[in-house]
């Protein structure tokens, strides 16, 4: 059974970084385009960073660039979202999801939230 599970999440003060894990079981994260998403209360679900299957191509939302990282460890079959410099305004809950090859580029995946497998989500709280 596909079963994807965040962790990493937590409350951290602003300016403060967290790392996200994204940790697969029942099949091999490396054949699968990733994504991570967030979604805070009353707002829609948003794609903050993906990477491809391929080639491992990123794509990270305006908000985020120069601030979040995404990388994949194929051996661990685990994805990870590195957040640094977090800002009140991005307390969400946080989701990784997977879907197997590149069905189109990875900021289009990414801006149509176009993946079939989806984690639990894991908070992530910005306050002081």
């Known amino acids: 059974q596909l079963q994807l599970v965040e962790s990493g999440g937590g409350l951290v003060q602003p300016g403060g970084s967290l790392r996200l894990s994204c940790a697969a079981s029942?099949?091999?994260?490396?054949?699968?385009?990733i994504g991570w998403f967030r979604q805070a209360p009353g707002k829609e679900r948003e794609g903050v960073s993906c990477?491809?299957?391929?080639?491992?191509?990123?794509y990270y939302a305006d908000s985020v660039k120069g601030r979040f990282s995404i990388s994949r460890d194929n051996a661990k079959n685990t994805v990870y979202l590195q957040m640094n410099s977090l800002k009140p305004e991005e307390t969400a809950v946080y989701y990784c999801?997977?879907?197997?090859?590149?069905?189109?580029?990875?900021?289009?995946?990414?801006?149509?939230?176009?993946?079939?497998?989806w984690g639990p989500g894991t908070q992530v709280t910005v306050s002081s």
């Open positions: 999801a997977a879907e197997w090859g590149d069905i189109s580029t990875v900021q289009d995946m990414c801006v149509k939230h176009s993946y079939d497998y």
């Open positions: 029942g099949f091999t994260l490396g054949y699968y385009a």
């Open positions: 990477i491809s299957s391929s080639d491992s191509t990123t």
